[in-house]
């Protein structure tokens, strides 16, 4: 309790410092979304100097999300010369609302050129202040001199606006007078892995791309199961405890601490949040992990797929809607088949989830996660909604005209008489689900753990605000109310009823069920891009100014762009390992064992030499397959970097070309690591990595 949210100038700190009629108004803007009165800035600037200082900041940023994906900082001193020649420590109110980044060097899709630079960042209020290496962090959204969004908080903010507004128009049409805001809520849980640095040094492919491009499987793997919330070990377990201080003493609600299935895989995850909030805290959490890693000698490794041959890491996106007044939207209460308002809500989901379930797909798509959506490991590309026995059955009888009843959970005797009965849930959980109803919330479980939550939270936001708006039209022009509310229930379980799912996602029979229930199946990124200019969704960003036209081309452009660079520096460091590193290491290998049966021989004792020759014929064969598959790449590389025109044929090469010829040369240098002497292979391997913390 004495560290938590120490350095953060959150509500107790601001009721302390602040005039009252300032800390009152400030909290008009925070609370019930005012516009900020820029003549309370200064006042506020001044006070979180001050208190900046007492933490020991020098320096104050404007901290911001372009679309790089993770967050960007440029640190001015509070310092300012004095005509005597010394100095005071100042920060003025324009300076805490507005920032000049060169808006030209982050990724903009077209958006801005080098030659024009101008962008701003502008003070989010909403999310609080915090000092960190002795600098005073402001959380920011990010916009170019012509206004458009070019950061991945403006969006959502925007979001958040039009969903509490439709949803608001929904609870008034319900009869619910006391609510005057909505506020989405979402709590991440973040997957990660630990490496030795020592043993990270010395590996190229995951310096530079974060991954291991090479490794043969260890003897062992995650078969045995023992890995998953086994014991911790000690020096795991002094990483997660700084950690946690580390992140509590960021207002960081992190809770929850454990091994997770694959071998030196762990998973952290806070409390829940209101989104942008939530945003802010995984972008601090990502960073601070990787920073604390290092003072234990450890590399935190957040790629979606570091290790091929075992689960990769994912971060579960729980989401939910809640009232001003503390009413969780989603929350069935114990007889769900007559509580409406839940009803309405979740209905609205089912159908918003099922209409654009092909944006909901892109804000789940990288490089990275391509290698998992799929796999046995993580939730199918296929999109689709768990609701569980209980929801199921009252789905059913809304589309037969109303609900009735509902299946409780009851007791669960576990036949021990000194073990309490438990209270059953209403259903079971479904793993392989990609979007979850797990109680009060539903659990996007394909977002990318190296990836910012902003994106698939903006665009929930969005889509079920579009479905609200809906609804709250037609109950506020119906002359009956309840029975417009059956009608759309009755209305919306019949025709979108596809995309509820409860069975198993793994299963190939469910994606040929998926197919005739008409759901898309978008496999790769590249792919999934195409959903961000289908007119369809761009109609719906621009309708809620969530996104314009323009905004979301660009983020067509960055999304293509930026998986074009991946793969292209993937193959490339594949390229030098494989010739400066793997191929070297091979010939020696090699030309030992040659020299090896030529000694043998050269003795004139009859000796049988078969095992050395068979050896020396499977190396020389792969050897020089791996010379070819190195020429095959790099000529791929080279077509598809020059490749001129459209940037997504230009992506589709790289997917389709490149990364199929990376597999290759992967799987050869992969057989040569199993032949090859461990004294001579150039770099650790899967077993050193995985099972040596």
């Not at 005597?84 to 609302?97: P, R, T, Y």
């Not at 507004?165 to 008034?172: E, G, N, P, T, Y």
């Not at 009888?397 to 669960?412: C, D, R, Y």
């Amino acid at each position: 309790m004495d560290i938590f949210g120490s350095n953060v100038f959150n509500d107790v700190v601001m009721k302390e410092r602040l005039p009252k009629a300032t800390y009152k108004a400030l909290k008009q803007t925070i609370d019930a979304g005012q516009s900020l009165d820029p003549a309370i800035a200064d006042i506020v600037a001044t006070a979180m100097k001050d208190w900046a200082i007492e933490k020991g900041a020098t320096h104050f940023t404007h901290w911001f999300q372009p679309l790089t994906g993770i967050t960007a900082e440029k640190h001015d001193a509070f310092i300012s010369p004095t005509a005597d020649g010394k100095a005071i420590m100042e920060f003025s109110g324009k300076e805490l609302i507005k920032g000049e980044p060169d808006a030209s060097s982050f990724p903009s899709g077209g958006l801005r050129a080098t030659f024009e630079a101008r962008g701003y960042t502008a003070w989010d209020c909403t999310s609080p202040a915090f000092v960190k290496d002795d600098s005073l962090y402001i959380p920011t959204a990010f916009c170019s001199y012509t206004g458009e969004a070019l950061d991945k908080k403006t969006p959502l903010l925007r979001s958040m606006e039009a969903l509490s507004k439709q949803a608001i128009r929904v609870l008034r049409a319900l009869g619910n007078t006391t609510a005057n805001k909505v506020i989405t809520t979402v709590g991440p849980e973040q997957e990660y892995f630990l490496v030795d640095k020592k043993l990270y040094d010395l590996r190229k492919d995951l310096i530079f791309t974060g991954r291991t491009l090479f490794g043969a499987m260890a003897p062992k793997g995650q078969e045995l199961e023992d890995h998953y919330f086994g014991s911790i070990k000690e020096r795991v377990s002094a990483f997660m405890k700084e950690l946690d201080a580390e992140l509590w003493k960021l207002g960081v609600n992190a809770k929850t601490k454990h091994n997770e299935v694959a071998p030196a895989q762990h998973e952290i995850a806070p409390i829940f949040s209101t989104t942008n909030i939530a945003t802010d805290h995984n972008q601090l959490m990502m960073d601070v992990m990787k920073k604390v890693a290092l003072r234990h000698d450890l590399v935190c490794l957040l790629h979606e797929k570091p290790f091929a041959g075992i689960n990769g890491s994912g971060k579960h996106n729980n989401w939910s809607m809640g009232t001003d007044d503390g009413l969780n939207l989603l929350e069935p209460g114990n007889t769900p088949h007559d509580n409406v308002q839940f009803l309405v809500f979740l209905c609205a989901v089912i159908k918003a989830v099922d209409e654009y379930a092909e944006l909901l797909r892109v804000s789940a798509a990288n490089a990275g996660n391509d290698h998992r959506l799929g796999a046995n490991e993580a939730p199918p590309a296929i999109i689709s909604i768990f609701v569980g026995d209980q929801l199921q059955d009252i789905l059913g009888q809304l589309e037969n005209g109303g609900a009735q009843s509902s299946k409780g959970g009851g007791q669960m005797e576990i036949g021990v008489t000194t073990l309490p009965a438990l209270p059953k849930d209403a259903t079971d959980r479904n793993r392989t689900s990609p979007f979850a109803f797990t109680g009060n919330k539903f659990e996007f479980r394909m977002v990318p753990s190296a990836g910012s939550i902003a994106g698939p939270n903006f665009i929930l936001n969005t889509i079920v605000a579009e479905v609200l708006d809906e609804v709250a039209g037609r109950l506020e022009k119906a002359s009956n109310a309840d029975a417009e509310v059956k009608a759309i229930l009755k209305e919306y379980v019949t025709k979108h009823k596809r995309v509820v799912f409860n069975g198993n996602g793994y299963s190939d029979e469910w994606v040929v069920e998926a197919e005739k229930r008409g759901l898309p199946n978008i496999k790769t990124t590249v792919e999934a891009t195409k959903a961000l200019i289908a007119p369809k969704n761009i109609a719906v960003m621009e309708k809620y100014g969530v996104l314009s036209k323009v905004e979301m081309e660009s983020r067509y452009e960055v999304s293509l762009e930026n998986y074009i660079k991946t793969i292209n520096i993937e193959a490339l460091t594949m390229i030098e390992i494989a010739k400066r590193q793997i191929l070297p290491a091979v010939i020696y290998f090699a030309t030992n064992v040659a020299d090896s049966i030529n000694s043998i021989k050269a003795t004139g004792v009859a000796a049988d030499v078969t095992a050395q020759t068979e050896l020396l014929t499977e190396v020389s064969s792969l050897t020089a397959a791996l010379k070819n598959n190195i020429a095959v790449l790099e000529k791929a590389v080279e077509k598809a970097a020059n490749a001129h025109g459209d940037t997504y044929d230009q992506a589709a090469l790289f997917r389709f070309d490149v990364f199929e010829k990376m597999a290759a040369l992967r799987e050869v240098a992969d057989a040569l690591e199993t032949l090859v002497d461990a004294d001579v292979w150039p770099m650790p391997t899967y077993g050193d990595l995985l099972f040596n913390i």
